[in-house]
């Protein structure tokens, strides 16, 4: 799946719990964390490559950063940055988990081409989760998922008064709360008159 979708998928997971900024920016590292292995494509242009004839990016994207090995490092490192570490921990092995998932259903590429999960490497290559039916990156139900998304994270950014712009820009954040507070009214004061 696209990158913005696991961003928003791993801001979903993090409105649950009440977590302080740092926590919930861990969660989402955890969740877009795997494509850091989409970095080869640079070696890729480097060598004057097309972009259909990015034989790294084929060999290693979904390979170096989608395993077992990988998520247990990111979660380590989520643990050890978090405030709060349990929870930190349990939601970032979820969001990587939920990332590896979102590209095991929806990451066919536009040749046809099917990406396995190799998920025991560098232990094993005795598994490598796929499905037959993977849809297209640009598939309805990956832009449907995303659009899906994006609506939770602009209904939290109403209500619970932040969003997914706060990670890189609190004032940003004030920014499109207030502009949707403007436009829609405050929640808050919604429930008072109506009690």
């Known amino acids: ?5 696991h961003f928003l998928a791993g801001w979903a997971l993090s409105l649950p719990p009440d977590l302080e900024r740092r926590d919930r920016a861990l969660i989402v590292f955890a969740s877009v964390a795997p494509d850091l292995d989409a970095v080869v494509l640079v070696g890729d242009l480097a060598r004057g490559r097309a972009l259909d004839d990015c034989v790294l990016f084929a060999t290693y994207h979904h390979v170096l950063g989608h395993n077992i090995l990988f998520a247990a490092l990111t979660v380590f490192g989520c643990v050890l940055l978090a405030r709060r570490k349990a929870l930190v921990g349990g939601l970032s092995l979820l969001a990587i988990h939920l ?4 590209d095991i259903v929806g990451s066919r590429g536009p040749d046809g081409s099917q990406w396995a999960i190799p998920y025991l ?3 094993s290559k005795a598994w490598n989760p796929a499905v037959g039916w993977q ?3 640009n598939a309805w ?3 449907v998922f995303t659009i899906a998304l994006l609506a939770l994270a602009l209904y939290a ?3 619970r ?8 820009s609190e004032r940003a954040d004030r920014a499109l709360v207030s502009t949707l507070r ?3 009214g405050n929640p808050h004061q919604r429930l008072v008159t109506r009690s």
């Open 99 to 102: 990332h590896f998932l979102c």
């Open 161 to 168: 008064g932040c969003s997914p712009v706060g990670l890189f």
């Open 121 to 123: 490497l560098p232990f």
């Open 1 to 5: 799946m696209n990158v913005l979708t």
């Open 182 to 184: 403007h436009r829609f």
């Open 157 to 159: 950014a109403w209500t």
């Open 135 to 137: 849809w297209a990156l």
């Open 141 to 143: 139900p990956n832009i």
